[in-house]
């Protein structure tokens, strides 16, 4: 069991930037990676950015050079550094865990709403 805990969303205007974070707990040896997705009304969620265990990074097309994504592994946490926000960033953010104990697994977070408003 992998619980994750989100936090940092917020209202930003346009060009802004936000951080968001995911602290991570439980069987956190099982994670083989780590990462956010997003979902906007009426859209599917979709992935945003991801993040294995070895340090290999995956972004959605429309983030890559505004978005970046790290991670604390002393502190279990990952983090989503968003700039130049557009308002068609705005969605509710959702963090996600992979990995494998007694069987593939996958957790997700609770969700934090981001909106990019004038």
């Known amino acids: 069991q992998v619980n994750l805990v989100e936090s940092g969303g917020g209202l930003v205007q346009p060009g802004g930037s936000l951080r968001l974070s995911c602290a991570a707990s439980?069987?956190?040896?099982?994670?083989?990676?780590m990462g956010w997705y997003r979902q906007a009304p009426g859209k599917q969620r979709e992935l945003v950015a991801f993040?294995?265990?070895?340090?290999?990074?995956n972004y959605a097309g429309s983030v890559k050079g505004r978005f970046t994504i790290s991670r604390d592994n002393a502190k279990n946490t990952v983090y989503l550094q968003m700039n130049s926000l557009k308002p068609e960033d705005t969605a509710v953010y959702y963090c996600n865990a992979k990995g494998a104990d007694m069987g593939a697994f996958e957790s997700w977070g609770q969700g934090t709403q981001v909106t990019v408003s004038s």
């Open positions: 993040i294995t265990s070895g340090g290999s990074t």
């Open positions: 439980g069987r956190i040896f099982s994670i083989n990676g």
